[in-house]
T-cell receptor
Framework: TQLLEQSPQFLSIQEGENLTVYCNSS?????LQWYRQEPGEGPVLLVT?????EVKKLKRLTFQFGDARKDSSLHITAAQPGDTGLYLC????????????FGQGTTLQVKP | DSGVTQTPKHLITATGQRVTLRCSPR?????VYWYQQSLDQGLQFLIQ???????AKGNILERFSAQQFPDLHSELNLSSLELGDSALYFC?????????????FGQGTRLTVV
């Protein structure tokens, strides 16, 4: 059972386009992280959202945590080829040790 | 650079063998997590240690074990290896256990079992 469902799984767009990646669950999380992973490398933390309804911006990336803390979205404005990579959402459950439950990831390709 | 160091970066070994993967957490981090990443399963939590003690177990096979040493580095031991154990193995560390779950990942060890 995949507790975190990411969509879409694959996305190929042209430079300059906008996109949104969704991360959904029926479970409540104490926090949700977004990571970006390059081939052959480890995931790199982009942002952590903790409060329901929270919105965080990182340059052209906007992250939102759902009001009920069950879902999150990542929106990229004016995508660039350098944004290409695997985007992973990961949630920490309310009670636990900090272990993360990962979504399957969204592979983004931005063509020049 | 996340500050988490994993060695070796690549490992090729035969079925039935045993290997040890090593992880040095970020300076000051007491928690170490091990994850396995495969194409069909994505990133799966294996096990967590906090200040030398096991704190949480995930989908870790009985053939796999881990420990955290007094200097806080951790080792993941994989034995009786099978072809299906081929994957990327990541170590992550965080300052505390629990909290908001923010963790920093190493570059991983790519294990190939032939």
């Amino acid at each position: 059972t995949q507790l975190l469902e990411q969509s879409p799984q694959f996305l190929s767009i042209q430079e300059g386009e906008n996109l949104t990646v969704y991360c959904n669950s029926s479970s409540v999380f104490s926090s949700l992280q977004w990571y970006r992973q390059e081939p052959g490398e480890g995931p790199v933390l982009l942002v952590t959202v903790v409060t329901g309804g929270e919105v965080k911006k990182l340059k052209r990336l906007t992250f939102q945590f759902g009001d009920a803390r069950k879902d999150s979205s990542l929106h990229i404005t004016a995508a660039q080829p350098g944004d290409t990579g695997l985007y992973l959402c990961a949630g920490a459950r309310v009670s636990n040790t900090g272990k993360l439950i990962f979504g399957q990831g969204t592979t983004l390709q931005v063509k020049p | 650079d996340s500050g988490v160091t994993q060695t070796p970066k690549h490992l090729i070994t035969a079925t039935g063998q045993r290997v040890t993967l090593r992880c040095s957490p970020r300076s000051g981090d007491l928690s170490v997590y091990w994850y396995q990443q495969s194409l069909d399963q994505g990133l799966q939590f294996l096990i967590q240690y906090y200040n030398g003690e096991e704190r949480a177990k995930g989908n870790i096979l009985e053939r796999f074990s881990a420990q955290q040493f007094p200097d806080l580095h951790s080792e993941l031991n994989l034995s009786s290896l099978e072809l299906g154990d081929s994957a990327l193995y990541f170590c992550a560390s965080s300052v505390i256990t629990g909290g908001i779950g923010e963790a920093f990942f190493g570059q991983g060890t790519r294990l190939t079992v032939v």
